[in-house]
């Protein structure tokens, strides 16, 4: 696609339940990145997928989050027992090197909401 | 592991101000870019800085790779509305993943 595309754009969920995020990154990029922004907050590190390589999970920020990437491409990010503290904007980035550029691309994110 | 530390976290500047954030890493960088996110919406590319001590100028926005390629900064000068937003650096170490600074937000009062 044109770009990277996340879906769903907003997630209203009750607390307790589980939730799976998707970003679709720009075909061909090989580096994938997840991030949290709360309301006027910055960029939180959630994980990192950079192609075959195992991720970099040092962001998560409990065993209730988790993450794959399928085949390379596609990436589900999964939250379990949803509390409202997980309440945030999810961000997807993908990149790829090109001419010594390694530009991130973001999603419009997805705006998870738990109640 | 690698951090990078950005000021300020918010700036309120009047229209025609210049403005100015900071960016600081606790390693060598590979490289450093610089994002904008404006309200509402999500980050969005400006530029990579590569070389040690390089400047590079888009219009009115100057960036600063520093000597030891450990720190970074953004200039605006003579600020407009529409350069209101959070700015962000990124900083890449040669292996592993880019790290984010927590952003500067600037408000700018016409």
């Known amino acids: 696609g044109a770009g990277v595309s996340q879906s769903p754009s907003n997630k209203v969920t009750e607390k307790g339940k589980d939730v799976e995020l998707r970003c679709d990154p720009i075909?061909?990029?090989?580096?994938l990145y997840w991030y949290r922004q709360s309301l006027g907050q910055g960029l939180e590190f959630l994980i990192y997928?950079?192609?075959?390589?195992?991720?970099?999970k040092s962001g998560l920020p409990s065993d209730r989050f988790s993450a794959e990437r399928t085949g390379g491409s596609v990436s589900t990010l999964t939250i379990q027992r949803t509390q409202q503290e997980d309440s945030a904007v999810y961000l997807c980035?993908?990149?790829?090197?090109?001419?010594?550029?390694?530009?991130?691309?973001f999603g419009q994110g997805t705006r998870l909401t738990v109640v | 592991g690698q951090q990078v530390m950005q000021i300020p976290q918010y700036q309120h500047v009047q229209e025609g101000e210049d403005f100015t954030t900071y960016c600081n890493s606790s390693?060598?960088?590979?490289?450093i870019q610089w994002y904008k996110q404006r309200p509402g919406g999500h980050p969005v590319f400006l530029i990579q800085?590569?070389?040690?001590?390089e400047v590079k100028k888009q219009k009115r926005l100057t960036f600063q790779f520093g000597e030891a390629k450990k720190n970074s900064s953004l200039h605006i000068t003579a600020t407009q509305t529409t350069d209101v937003g959070t700015y962000f650096c990124?900083?890449?170490?040669?292996?592993?993943?880019?790290?984010f600074g927590d952003g500067t937000t600037l408000t700018v009062k016409p």
């Open positions: 980035a993908s990149s790829e090197h090109r001419g010594g550029i390694a530009e991130a691309f």
């Open positions: 075909s061909g990029h090989t580096a």
């Open positions: 390693t060598t960088l590979s490289n």
């Open positions: 990124a900083g890449k170490p040669n292996a592993g993943k880019s790290t």
């Open positions: 997928f950079q192609g075959n390589s195992a991720p970099d």
């Open positions: 800085l590569v070389k040690s001590g």
